[in-house]
């Protein structure tokens, strides 16, 4: 055909870049769309605005879970980009709603503020008896602030930023393209959204002082602060190497999660590395004999670890 794109017209303005084109005609498709496209299995719809895309898969009809991505993945171009938590949700088969990004602009855009909001008036999220929240970092953000859209649902979020609004947080350093956006727009401070929340799982590491001074702005009895001590900003990938994360979001989820079980499965940090890490990296110059101690405490575990692994092998 006349208007078929040439080879030559399809290469990149960077020899190692891929074009949009190359991308699908290359790299294995999305386990999603896999599900979705016309003859797959799967109900749903993918919608593509100009800086959000929303993916949306109908699965189990009374439980839906809300998730947003994290700054990480606003420059993911790959064509098997995924939404955040996508295979966890799927496989315990609850209906999702991702939404994607092309920006680190934390949401601050009013196509994603009206599509909610269209989504709302349209009643799209009365089907549902339970609706989840979730993400993490500038996700953590958007989930803990479009929860109130739909009052009572529980949200998830692992160090998350409250807002980025100078006036509120003028000791904000991080997130220069964040900060400059538009933050007199809806939905722009979660210290206000989580009060409309049922339950708000808030993950986070109480030493590292700028994660921590956001949290501490979300209150009321709603609020479950969970600390993930030495984690830095790396909340969920602590659980997921203790091999908690599962059994922690599941009782998130459900709204059955306390603080008694939660740190009971935090106890198996002591044989972690980033933990013992974090430990000395904070207390080395300040209390070197704990320090020292910790990392003793540290090799003893990990060697009982070792001996009832193999034990058990046995």
Do not use: C
């Not at 549902?128 to 949200?155: E, N």
């Amino acid at each position: 055909m006349a208007e078929d794109l040439s080879k030559e017209q399809l290469k990149p303005e960077h020899p190692d870049r891929k074009t949009g084109y190359e991308r699908i005609l290359t790299d294995p498709a999305p386990p999603w769309f896999v599900e979705l496209y016309p003859g797959g299995d799967g109900t749903g719809y993918f919608q593509k605005l100009e800086r959000h895309s929303i993916l949306f898969h109908q699965r189990y009809p009374k439980r839906l879970v809300v998730s947003f991505d994290n700054i990480a993945n606003a420059n993911d171009l790959s064509f098997a980009r995924e939404p955040w938590g996508w295979k966890f949700f799927r496989d315990e088969g609850w209906s999702h709603m991702g939404v994607f990004v092309r920006t680190k602009a934390w949401y601050r855009d009013p196509e994603i503020i009206s599509y909610f909001e269209n989504k709302v008036a349209e009643g799209f999220f009365d089907r549902f008896d339970q609706v989840v929240f979730a993400g993490a970092s500038m996700g953590g953000f958007g989930a803990l602030t479009f929860s109130a859209h739909v009052p009572g649902a529980h949200v998830i979020a692992f160090n998350p930023q409250t807002t980025l609004d100078e006036r509120l947080v003028p000791w904000e350093t991080r997130y220069r393209f964040g900060r400059v956006q538009d933050w007199d727009l809806p939905m722009s401070d979660a210290a206000q959204t989580v009060q409309t929340a049922g339950k708000a799982y808030v993950f986070y590491d109480p030493f590292f002082d700028l994660d921590r001074q956001q949290v501490q702005r979300l209150q009321g009895d709603n609020v479950m602060l969970l600390k993930t001590w030495f984690s830095n900003h790396f909340a969920a990938p602590m659980l997921r190497k203790l091999d908690i994360l599962k059994p922690v979001m599941l009782g998130a989820m459900d709204g059955s999660l306390d603080t008694v079980g939660y740190y009971k499965m935090m106890r198996a940090r002591r044989r972690l590395p980033m933990y013992i890490r974090g430990i000395e990296a904070i207390g080395a110059e300040r209390h070197p004999d704990l320090a020292a101690k910790a990392r003793q405490r540290f090799r003893r575990l990990r060697r009982q670890a070792m001996a009832e692994k193999e034990r058990d092998a046995s």
